[in-house]
């Protein structure tokens, strides 16, 4: 079992800026893909970036490229996920997850889940 507590969310002005931290723990493991999703209300679950926890590789949702950025510290078994200039319609629960594809970019694709943490952006 891998455990996940996300942590960081808040409320922000429409183009500030807000980390979120997934702190993952339990049998972990370098082979693992490590990837962050967002539900707004009334909406599907997005994917919205993901890293490889051992060799850095990432990706990025469209919507998000260019504002947000994905990093592991491999040290402290966290993931984080910087966003910049945040809008209105970023608001969601943020999920942080963990599965073994390399590339994943679908719920059904990752097998443990954090409890998520709230992201509100004010206009």
């Known amino acids: 079992q891998v455990q996940l507590v996300e942590s960081g969310g808040g409320l922000v002005q429409a183009g500030g800026s807000l980390r979120l931290s997934c702190a993952a723990s339990?049998?972990?493991?370098?082979?693992?893909?490590m990837g962050w999703f967002r539900q707004a209300p009334g909406k599907e679950r997005e994917f919205v970036s993901a890293i490889r926890w051992s060799s850095d590789f990432k990706y990025y949702g469209d919507s998000v490229k260019g504002r947000f950025t994905i990093s592991r510290d491999i040290a402290k078994n966290t993931v984080y996920l910087q966003m910049n200039s945040l809008k209105p319609e970023d608001t969601a629960v943020y999920y942080c997850a963990a599965g073994r594809k390399w590339v994943a970019r679908t719920q059904q694709e990752y097998d443990y889940w954090g409890q998520g943490t709230q992201v509100t952006v004010s206009s």
């Open positions: 339990g049998r972990t493991s370098n082979t693992y893909t």
